[in-house]
T-cell receptor
Framework: ELKVEQNPLFLSMQEGKNYTIYCNYS?????LYWYRQDPGKSLESLFV?????AVKQEGRLMASLDTKARLSTLHITAAVHDLSATYFC????????????FGKGTKLTVNP | DGGITQSPKYLFRKEGQNVTLSCEQN?????MYWYRQDPGQGLRLIYY???????QKGDIAEGYSVSREKKESFPLTVTSAQKNPTAFYLC????????????FGQGTRLTVV
């Protein structure tokens, strides 16, 4: 059974600081997704990572994937209040089942 | 506009009732999914479907049922057998194949009264 673990689960940081959220998964996969969720809202797709060494950046967020270590990171640079949200990683199970397994999410609060 | 539409946004269920949550997509996606989200929790897969008239149980299918009679529609019924149905339900769809991200609807918040 695939397990996806995110840490930390809660992150409070000051504006202007940098931090990294980690996503570990327990079985082979080279498809990993990052989503953002604002309170009471749906999930918004942030990044799609499809191969070992993939790196994608959008604004102050950068995501990377190391399939050998079964690890993805979401790096936040110079955080701003608007980044406050819950961030989920999701791993695609291979072998035809074609379904996503989500981590529990990291609730990020950026304080002024 | 292409997208996924869930309805209703809020739903109240009495004890012992079955209720049906609607999910429609006009993205021409093959696969559709239902997830349940509890406060402070990640998403747990209830059911998914990759093709019309076929669907598979996810991790928490007990007390739920689905149908996939049309490609664009994947309704979820929460039956009276689901003992703790209060949650936020999210429907998603995607194409099949490598690198096909899932797109989510706005969700239905179900409350038992």
């Amino acid at each position: 059974e695939l397990k996806v673990e995110q840490n930390p689960l809660f992150l409070s940081m000051q504006e202007g600081k940098n931090y990294t959220i980690y996503c570990n998964y327990s079985t082979t996969s080279d498809r990993l997704y990052w989503y953002r969720q604002d309170p009471g809202k749906s999930l918004e797709s942030l990044f799609v990572l499809l191969s070992n060494g993939a790196v994608k950046q959008e604004g102050r967020l950068m995501a990377s994937l190391d399939t050998k270590a079964r690890l993805s990171t979401l790096h936040i640079t110079a955080a701003v209040h608007d980044l406050s949200a819950t961030y989920f990683c999701a791993v695609d199970i291979r072998g035809g089942s074609e379904k996503l397994v989500f981590g529990k999410g990291t609730k990020l609060t950026v304080n002024p | 506009d292409g997208g996924i539409t869930q309805s209703p946004k809020y739903l109240f269920r009495k004890e012992g009732q079955n209720v049906t949550l609607s999910c429609e997509q006009n993205l021409n996606h093959d696969a559709m999914y239902w997830y349940r989200q509890d406060p402070g929790q990640g998403l747990r897969l209830i059911y998914y479907s990759q093709i019309v008239n076929d669907f598979q149980k996810g991790d928490i299918a007990e007390g739920y049922s689905v149908s996939r009679e049309k490609k664009e529609s994947f309704p979820l019924t929460v039956t009276s057998a689901q003992k703790n149905p209060t949650a936020f339900y999210l429907c998603a769809s995607s194409m099949l194949g490598v690198g096909t991200e899932a797109f989510f609807g706005q969700g239905t918040r179900l409350t038992v009264v």
